[in-house]
């Protein structure tokens, strides 16, 4: 990964190696923003800063035990050309030395914009200075009651790696996983379920995902480091449906038909990793970001399926049945 000056012929700025993260796994680019949920998303990952501006230097990075940047040590004399401390909340306490700035990879290994002082997480900006994210949790109430919150006001003891879900340094650091508990955990309560997609709206494209279904939670419990297990869902049976989605100024005819689940397509990664959540089996449809309404009528004889593999290779697993059917109405707000 590197920085380029478009105003000099794409000269190089800075280049950044990166090897494995606090999971033991490779770390993604950018600090978490397109890697895996099953890595430490990056924390504690960056391995060396080479700057370009004045000649070519090359900084070796030194961590604290949360993985977050504490100092940069010049490759050819070993003094420090960078020093870091944070306040509880990730808000930069000091940040000294000639890299200091420059590097922009620092609290959790993440992006830091100075501008605004925000920084990414790859699924979610958040603000050191409020001590909150910018945007709701993806996953929900499932994440905690605070949609907002950072690491349940414990940053001292605890990491994100991505901005889904918070981890214990100390279990991060166990190179093992065993899956302790899985259930599913149906409703029989038919939900529409509309999610943001990640990334700013763009125009003619979808922004949000419909989820017309039968609200199922699951519980998942492991042992260990979450990252090393591997957890999800699938979707089997058949459902009968009739969907009619009304958005100001767009008609549609309404989407009728029967929809067969269990193929390979239909096993999808648990949202944020192996921790417990819901799925809504049922119909599903792309949005744009106006809002709307719809009615609908459900026939489902489906399962839902819930695995979770452990780092031995050992899977465990439950499976309920979802059988009935409901008709019913539903609305959607505007995308904010």
């Known amino acids: 990964m590197g920085e380029l000056d478009a105003n000099n012929s794409d000269a190089k700025v800075r280049t950044y190696v990166w090897g494995l993260d606090l999971s033991g796994q490779q770390a993604p680019l950018l600090g978490g ?19 370009y ?32 401390e944070y306040g509880p909340f990730g808000e930069a306490t000091r940040a000294t030395g000639t890299l200091a700035k420059k590097n922009p990879l620092r609290f959790s290994t993440k992006f830091t914009d100075d501008q605004n002082g925000f920084l990414y997480y790859g699924y979610r900006y958040y603000t050191p200075s409020t001590g909150r994210w910018l945007s709701r949790d993806r996953i ?27 981890w ?4 991060t650091s166990c190179m093992s996983c065993k899956c302790k508990v899985v259930s599913v955990q149906p409703s029989n309560q038919v939900e529409a379920h509309v999610v943001p997609r990640p990334g700013a709206p763009q125009p003619g494209q979808p922004s949000q995902d419909l989820h017309l279904g039968v609200r199922t939670p699951y519980k998942i419990e492991v042992e260990g480091n979450p990252a090393l297990c591997k957890c999800s869902y699938t979707d089997g049976g058949t459902l009968k449906y009739k969907v009619q989605l009304n958005v100001p100024g767009f008609p549609s005819p309404p989407a009728e038909g029967t929809e067969t689940y269990g193929r390979p397509s239909d096993t999808h990664p648990t949202d944020g990793g192996c921790v417990s959540g819901t799925d809504w089996p049922g119909f599903h449809a792309a949005l744009g970001p106006l809002g709307g309404s719809g009615t609908y009528s459900l026939t489902y004889d489906m399962t839902v399926t819930l695995r979770c593999t452990g780092s031995d290779g050992k899977p465990i697993e439950d499976s309920k049945p979802l059988r009935g059917s409901s008709e019913g109405s539903f609305t959607w707000p505007p995308q904010k």
């Open 140 to 166: 929900e109430e499932t994440g905690g009651k605070n949609l907002y919150g950072f690491l349940a006001n414990d940053s001292i003891e605890r990491l994100d790696p991505l901005g889904l879900q918070w």
């Open 33 to 51: 923003a397109g890697g895996g949920l099953q890595g430490a998303g990056g924390v504690g990952g960056l391995l060396k800063v080479t700057d």
């Open 168 to 171: 214990w340094p100390l279990v």
């Open 53 to 84: 501006t004045s000649g070519t230097t090359h900084h070796f990075v030194s961590y604290d035990g949360n993985g977050n940047v504490a100092a940069l040590i010049d490759g050819s004399t070993g003094v420090p050309t960078a020093r870091y």
